[in-house]
Nanobody, 114 residues
C-alpha cells in the first residue's frame, strides 16, 4: 500500500520557520520525482516545489524562492520542506505528492498568524 504521511505543520508567527516532513512507504521512493503542493482556504491546489529523484535538482514557485528549501533523504524515504520567513499568505494545507500526482498524502496544516 502506498502511503505518504506529512508532519511538522503548526501555528507560527510571521517571519517564523517550520520544517515539514513526508514519510513515504509502499513504493520505490528513490525512483520518483517528488513535489510539495499547497491549498489555501477557498483556493485550488498550488504547486510549491519539486525535487529530482536523486535530490540534485530542485525547482520552486516564484513566491517561495529564497524562503523555502526542498530536500530528501532516500535512505529514510523521507521528503522535507524547510519553510523560512513565513508570511500570512503561506497559510495553507501542505501536501507531498509524486510528480505525476499518482500519490498524495493527507496534508499538514501550516498557519501563519500573529
Amino acid at each position: 500500500e502506498v502511503r505518504l504521511v506529512e508532519s511538522g505543520g503548526g501555528l507560527v508567527q510571521p517571519g517564523g520557520s517550520l520544517r515539514l516532513s513526508c514519510a513515504a512507504s509502499g513504493f520505490s521512493f528513490s525512483g520518483y520525482i517528488m513535489k510539495w503542493v499547497r491549498q489555501a482556504p477557498g483556493k485550488g491546489l498550488e504547486w510549491v516545489s519539486t525535487i529530482s529523484s536523486d535530490g540534485v535538482n530542485t525547482y520552486y514557485a516564484d513566491f517561495v524562492k529564497g524562503r523555502f528549501t526542498i530536500s530528501r533523504d532516500n535512505a529514510k524515504k523521507t521528503l522535507y520542506l524547510q519553510l523560512n520567513s513565513l508570511k500570512t499568505e503561506d497559510t495553507a494545507m501542505y501536501y507531498c505528492a509524486d510528480h505525476d500526482g499518482n500519490f498524495r498524502g493527507q496534508g499538514t496544516q501550516v498557519t501563519v498568524s500573529s
